[in-house]
């Protein structure tokens, strides 16, 4: 029986910024983030796509009643 693998690379970078304007004036901001994202991950399946829709039948049960 094969097994599915999944891997994922997640490159680049990430920033937030919070700026609160009032009457066109700043009032507070507030910046930051990551320079330099570099993650990977990996994840094994054995029954492939069906092992994900576990989650997908056991919220429809839930929601029928």
């Given at each position: ?40 991950s990996y994840n094994k399946n054995p029954l492939?796509p069906l092992q994900g829709s576990e989650v ?10």
């Amino acid at each position: 029986m094969g097994k599915f693998l999944i891997q994922k690379h997640k490159t680049g970078w990430n920033f937030n910024a919070l700026i609160v304007i009032k009457k066109s004036q700043v009032i507070f901001n507030l910046w930051g983030g990551t320079p330099q994202i570099n993650e990977f991950s990996y994840n094994k399946n054995p029954l492939g796509p069906l092992q994900g829709s576990e989650v997908l039948v056991n919220s429809l049960g839930t929601s029928l009643f």
